[in-house]
Every structure is written in C-alpha cells, then in structure tokens.
C-alpha cells in the first residue's frame, strides 16, 4: 500500500495537467495511466488559443511550437452553391490566433516530462485501475492491478480523469444526464500533397453535397479526414464495401480522387460513436471528476482537450492551499463544479445546435440543404470562433 496526496487516475489532457499543476507547487500527486504509452490513433489533437494560453503560463508553449505542427487559422464551411466562413483566428487579441494542431502524443508526453522534473509528482504506467476504496461515504484512494498484480494507494483526494468511458464514475454512484447527437463520425488519414494548399485553405473544411458531409483538416504531413454519418447507420455503410466508401469520398471531396485507394481495409477507419453527457455532480467527499470523466464532449469544435485543461487549471488554482495541508474540503469540490459547469453547459448547447442546425440537414438528402441565416452574418459568425476558442470564461493558472 502507498500514500499520496492526490491520486489522478487518467493520462490523458486533465490528468497530466492538473498532476504537473500539483507537483510545482510541492504537493505529492501520483498519476494513474492504464497503458504502457500516450499514443492512440485519432485522438483529438487540437490546442485552441485559451490552452495555448496557458502553455505559455507555463513555459511550455516554445517547446511544444518546436515539435512538428500545423496551425488552423480558419475553418469554411462549402456547400453546392457557396463557401461560407465558419470561425476565424486570425483576428483574436492573442499571441496564438489559431489552433495547434499537434499529436497528442506529443502533447502529453511534454507535459509528462515537465512534471517528471518535481519530486514529488510519481507516474504509473499500466495501473488498471479497477475499484474505489471508501470508508464511511469518503473516497480513501484506488486498487489497481499491475502485472496481474493487485495494488493499493492511498490518497486523501481522488480525481478521476480516465475519459468517457470511465467506470469509475459509476462506481462512484456519480449520475449524468445525456443528449442524444445525431451522428457518428468515422476518421480515417490519407497522404498530403502539395497540390492541397489550394483547396484546403485556412486549414480546415468542411464539405456538404447531396446528403454527405465530411470535414478535412490540415495535419502538414497528411490529411485527417472525418465522414459524418447518420447515428446507428455504421453497420450499412460498412456493409456496402470499402469500394463504395472510397467513391463517396472521391465524390464529396474530388481533390482526394487520387489518393483514396489508400483506404484498403476498414481497420484504418477509426469509428467514433458520438456522445454528450455531463455529470450533475462532479464529486463527493474525497473525489473529483474532471475532463470527459465528468463531461463527454460531441467533437463538434474539437473542444473536449481544451475544457478538460481548463478543468485542471480550475481545479488547480482552488485545491492546491489545501492539499497543501494534506486536507481537501467538500465547498472547494462543488466550487470547481460550480466555475466548470456553465461554461460546459453553454459548449454543449452550442454543440446541440450545430448537430441539429447543419449536420442533421446536411445528412438529410431528400431535401436541398439551406445555411443557416446566422452563418451570413459576420457579427454572429464572431460567436463560435470565440466560445471555441476560449468558452465564455477564460481559464488562467493563479499566483498560489
């Protein structure tokens, strides 16, 4: 059995950040991750301003600008008769106006690393964790197996930030309240040329055409591709062949006619069943959660890494007094749920719209497809590029 502080079960964004926000202030943090490495294929890749933001805070931001990167400026929306801008960086007061688009791998990995520096920031890899240890209603720390081998720590504060298929929030008798998005996307990369610079301009597109969408983004050295489909429709477009998946592509977006033979067998598709939900509480005594753990995020926006930082710094910026003391109080847990939770409810909603206000027509065929009048207007266009880069409120680490 082993003592910490604060147990963070999770290695993903909210995790890694909030372990290296608690280990430079001195506090002991050991860090959970139930894999053997960071890399997972289509993971969300994308640091918006806000985080970076906060990279810089940390004296992070010029080394993660080093690793290799692209940067996402705009996204335009094309339909069969117009180009429509949907959101537009360039024009924020920041030194970031666009969007980092960099392996999370990489990500994590730098954060991992700044974090190794501290003494008393412990990590564990391949740490299933698998139960909760409560005593007398109060969440005392985790079992997990490692090795085949059962193990236990002890913690006085809990956060579970192991994504948006965490048990342990169930577990937790931690209840949510779900929507029910109208879609599913399957991601897929196909090689880039040079030829790409003319099309996909600003960095990201999306396409709609006769009831297909699909989404291109910029990734400098291949093309990440997104094809949105009608919810609980996957099995029927996988049934229909690879060949008719490829010539959908090939239609929707001809620029890319040459290279989707690359597409030879639907293991290099990555399915993503979407989903939204929020927890209506995000704690009980001696446990947090944070990130998706606590708000699974539709990837409408690409927003789910940012919120889950920003979850972090919150929880940062309140906890670290008193878990400098070893303690943790019940009003500073609903505090963070408190400052977290509008902003999440505002994403979600926005997200609610767009799924229902364009990706649900798009996908309808039988009728044309119609813009919706806010997108022709340029101070309501403003709206979306600053709740997705910032959210209502913006997040920034406290002098503690």
């Known amino acids: 059995m082993e003592k910490t502080t604060c147990a963070i079960v999770g290695g993903g964004p909210a995790g890694t950040v ?11 943090v050991t860090l959970l991750e139930a894999h053997q490495d960071f890399n997972r294929n289509f993971r969300g890749d994308t640091l918006h301003p806000s985080i970076m933001e906060i990279m810089d805070e940390l004296g992070l ?5 080093k690793m290799s990167h692209s940067k996402l400026n ?14 537009d960086f360039s024009s924020l007061d920041t030194k970031y106006p666009y969007i980092t688009i960099l392996p999370q791998v990489r990500f994590l990995e730098t954060v991992v690393a700044a974090a190794k520096e501290y003494p008393n920031f412990k990590l564990i890899m391949g740490a299933n964790v698998r139960e909760l240890i409560e005593e007398n209603g109060e969440i005392k720390g985790v079992r997990y197996k490692k090795d085949s081998d059962w193990q236990e720590i002890r913690a006085t504060l809990t956060v579970v930030a192991n994504g948006r298929f965490s048990h342990l929030r169930e577990k937790a008798g931690l209840k949510s309240v779900s929507t029910s998005p109208p879609m599913d996307v399957l991601w897929f990369a196909l090689p880039r040329t040079q030829a790409d610079d003319r099309w996909l ?4 597109k999306a396409r709609i055409d006769k009831g297909h969408m699909a989404i291109a983004i910029d990734r400098k050295d ?30 929707i977006i001809p620029e890319l006619k040459d290279r989707v033979n690359h597409l030879e067998q639907w293991s290099q598709i990555a399915f993503l069943a979407v989903n939204s939900d929020r927890l209506t509480r995000w704690y009980r005594p001696g446990l947090l959660a944070i990130g998706d753990a606590a708000h699974t995020m539709s990837p409408v926006g690409g927003v789910g890494i940012n919120y889950a930082i920003q979850d972090a710094v919150v929880a940062a910026n309140i906890l670290s007094p008193s878990l400098k003391g070893d303690r943790v109080w019940l ?13 999440t409810k505002v994403i979600q909603s926005f997200q ?3 799924q229902k206000q364009i990706i649900a027509k798009a996908l309808d065929g039988d009728r044309p497809f119609k813009e919706p009048s806010f997108l022709k207007w340029p101070l309501l266009r403003d709206i979306p590029t600053r709740l997705i880069a910032y959210g209502i409120v913006p997040v920034h680490l406290e002098a503690i």
């Open 222 to 251: 291949s093309l990440q591709l997104g094809y949105l489909i009608f919810k609980g429709s996957y099995n029927r477009v996988r049934s229909a062949g690879i060949e008719a998946f490829r010539a959908a592509i090939a239609d």
């Open 18 to 28: 909030l372990a290296l926000l608690l280990a430079r202030q001195g506090i002991d």
């Open 201 to 204: 301009e600003g960095g990201l």
């Open 331 to 343: 009003p500073d847990l609903a505090q963070i749920q408190r400052q977290r939770e509008l902003p």
């Open 352 to 354: 609610t719209f767009v």
């Open 74 to 87: 705009r996204g335009l929306f094309e339909t069969e008769k117009s180009t429509i801008q949907l959101v």
């Open 61 to 65: 931001a010029d080394r993660l600008l």
